[in-house]
């Protein structure tokens, strides 16, 4: 029983893999427009750097226990929002791919700019290792989910939307929130400890 449910969510992985790809050329593009937003629409960029800083203060003085588990509640609550209102024809997964993208760009460039290569990458690559594929793939189911929705309205496809979003859940649960559950970890003890020696 136990195999032929993780055979199941390999195969969903495998059917995941168009719509991945799709995931990872939008966010691709929101990074990189928001790594060069600050040297060619600076007004834009001072606009979105103000609530991510305040977004991020809030976590500022969390303990680390509490840090891992906010963060991890999150991502969890943000990435399964995806994958739900991806049913709506798939917009939401895009426009939430576009807006964290060109905010980890900003973000990037800003640390780049104030503390250097190396360190602003020790703030990013280790939880993002595991965060990134997270969320991407909970993009991209939302993604999936909105396409075959598309179908079922001109009646190209026999899924129904209840069975859709159940094989989704199966897949979040068992795959993504993992993911999320060690980037969080992983961005409140391992990340943190670098960055403050």
Known sequence: MKDTFMREQYAYG??????????LVVITVGTVLGFLSPLHAPKVASQVSAPVAEFVNKFVDL???????????NNVIKTLLVIVLGTLWGLVPVVFLAVNGYALGLVLYLSIKSRGVWVSLLAVVPHGLFELPGVLLGASIGLMLGVRACKRMFGKTETTALGELKRALGFFFVVIVPLLLVAAFVEAFITTAGLSR
Do not use: M, N, W
């Open 14 to 23: 495998r059917e995941l893999g168009p719509f991945l790809a799709v995931s």
């Open 63 to 73: 303990p680390k226990p509490y840090l891992a588990l906010a963060i991890f509640f």
